[in-house]
Nanobody, 128 residues
Framework: VQLQASGGGLVQAGASLRLSCAASGRTFSSYAISWFRQAPGKEREFVAAINWSGDSTSYSDSVQGRFTISRDNPKNTVWLQMNSLKPEDTAVYYC??????????????????????WGQGTQVTVSS
């Protein structure tokens, strides 16, 4: 599966952005999709995940309640709605895929080494 992330930009604190991750391939619905982010000088960190069917999600503590991940399998797209953005959300955001059909969200990895397919990243900058 090939992934392409988009939707980043420069916004002020408190604003919202919606990132998109468009996928190619006919088996998109067999993959769990996660968003990761990487700030300058820091390691890549997990942000959110959605299971293969779209009915289960998980979030990091830092974005819980502010970000929402969703997907539309017929459209081969995953979104990350980011509300109440903070300067510490500034990073390059990546979407990643892992084959996980019928795998419950509780066992979808939150570490980047477990993902084989990655989008190119989209920059999100939040000014104070």
């Amino acid at each position: 599966v090939q992934l392409q992330a988009s939707g980043g930009g420069l916004v002020q604190a408190g604003a919202s952005l919606r990132l998109s991750c468009a996928a190619s391939g006919r088996t998109f619905s067999s993959y769990a999709i996660s968003w990761f982010r990487q700030a300058p000088g820091k390691e890549r960190e997990f942000v959110a995940a959605i299971n293969w069917s779209g009915d289960s999600t998980s979030y990091s503590d830092s974005v819980q309640g502010r970000f929402t991940i969703s997907r539309d399998n017929p459209k081969n797209t995953v979104w990350l709605q980011m509300n109440s953005l903070k300067p510490e959300d500034t990073a390059v955001y990546y979407c990643a895929a892992r084959y996980a059909r019928y795998v419950p969200i509780t066992t979808v990895p939150t570490t980047s080494v477990h993902y084989s397919w990655w989008g190119q990243g989209t920059q999100v900058t939040v000014s104070s």
